[in-house]
């Protein structure tokens, strides 16, 4: 292991807990204060340390924007996977999961129901307009000021959409969000039926177990959701709301 990195690494863990003064983080290192500040300068040149006006150093905003970043990476196919088998397990319908993509809907995964008539969606796209998926990620979107659509607005407020036949195949469905960073919706898991063989008020009454879902997905993928918690269907606990650190990334990839 390189010496230079180890202590490195070694004096960013220490200015995470509190910040330091050069005479403190010689002696986290068990170094001379020169090498200690060698050591700091050179986080603090590439934006990973900071010197504050007590001279004492504290992490950079250069942390905080790896650790952004690195939570969004976070594969929400692979995160959402178990729970979209799960949730097809209890309804039967058709189960899935997908982002916005280039201004379209872009279909991540899927697990079809025992009457699926039309074929896997998995990597095709679909226009966002007049499809619940498509409006579900429409509303996670900043808010458009008074000029924003009400038909989303209200999708905002409900936190589900649906619709019936309205996409060129014949499908009932309905969408909810996924949480990421902040609370930002990061996709939309969806349950679809052929229209000719489920009626929509049929479908609907699987909101619960559909929003159920979407937000144990959203805690596993290391989000903020709102409180709909229904443990004993999808496991979804309410003591992982209470930071969102790297240990809940870690439990949502144990999931």
Known sequence: MSQSVDRALTLLGALGDAPLSLEQAAGSLGVHKSTALRLLRTLEEHGFARRQPDLRYRLGGRVLSLAHRALEDFDVR?????????????????????????????????????????????????????????????????????????????????????????????????????????????????????????PAAELARMVPELLCTAEAISLAYGGSPTPRWCENRCGARPVARASRTSGRASAGRRR
Do not use: M
């Open 78 to 198: 692979q995160v959402a996977a178990p729970y979209l088998a799960a949730l097809n397990a209890r309804c039967g319908y058709t189960v899935r999961l997908a982002v916005l993509h280039d201004g379209e809907v872009l279909y991540l995964d899927e697990v079809a129901g025992p009457a699926a008539a039309e074929p896997s969606r998995i990597g095709r796209r679909a226009p966002v307009t007049g499809t619940a998926v498509g409006r579900v990620l429409l509303a996670g979107l900043p808010a458009d000021g008074p000029c924003e659509e009400a038909e989303l607005a209200a999708v905002r407020r409900r936190g589900w959409a649906a619709e019936s036949a309205e996409h060129r195949e014949a499908v009932t469905c309905v969408a909810a969000p996924v949480a990421g960073s902040g609370g930002r919706t990061v996709a939309a898991c969806a349950l679809s039926a052929p229209a000719g063989q489920v």
